[in-house]
Nanobody, 119 residues
Framework: QVQLTESGGGLVQAGASLRLSCAAS????????MGWFRQAPGKEREFIAR????????EYADSVKGRFTISKDTAKNTVYLQMNSLKPEDTAVYYC????????????WGQGTQVTVSS
C-alpha cells in the first residue's frame, strides 16, 4: 500500500524556518512527481512546490519562490520542504502528494501537518 507521511510542522514566529518531511512507502517513485500543497482555513488547497523524482527538476508557486526549497533523499525515499522567512500568511495544513509523471492528477496524499506562524 502506497503511503505518504508528513512530519515537521509546528508553531513558529514570523521570520523563522521549518523543514517538513514526507516519507514515502509502499513503492518506488522513479516515474512520479512529488508535490507539496497547503490549505489555510476557509481557503482552497494551494500548490506550493513540485519535484520530479527521477530528474530532480523543481517548480514553485510564486508565493513561496525564493523562500521555500523542495528536495529529495532517494535513499530515504523522503521529500523535504525547507521553509525560510516564514510569514503569518504561510499558516496552513501542509500536504505531501504524488502523481504519476504522465498524469495531471495527484492520486496519493498524506494526512497533512499543521504549520502555524505567529506575528
Amino acid at each position: 500500500q502506497v503511503q505518504l507521511t508528513e512530519s515537521g510542522g509546528g508553531l513558529v514566529q514570523a521570520g523563522a524556518s521549518l523543514r517538513l518531511s514526507c516519507a514515502a512507502s509502499g513503492r518506488t517513485f522513479n516515474n512520479w512527481h512529488m508535490g507539496w500543497f497547503r490549505q489555510a482555513p476557509g481557503k482552497e488547497r494551494e500548490f506550493i512546490a513540485r519535484i520530479t523524482w527521477s530528474s530532480g527538476n523543481t517548480e514553485y508557486a510564486d508565493s513561496v519562490k525564493g523562500r521555500f526549497t523542495i528536495s529529495k533523499d532517494t535513499a530515504k525515499n523522503t521529500v523535504y520542504l525547507q521553509m525560510n522567512s516564514l510569514k503569518p500568511e504561510d499558516t496552513a495544513v501542509y500536504y505531501c502528494a504524488a502523481r504519476y509523471y504522465i498524469s495531471q492528477t495527484y492520486t496519493v496524499w498524506g494526512q497533512g501537518t499543521q504549520v502555524t506562524v505567529s506575528s
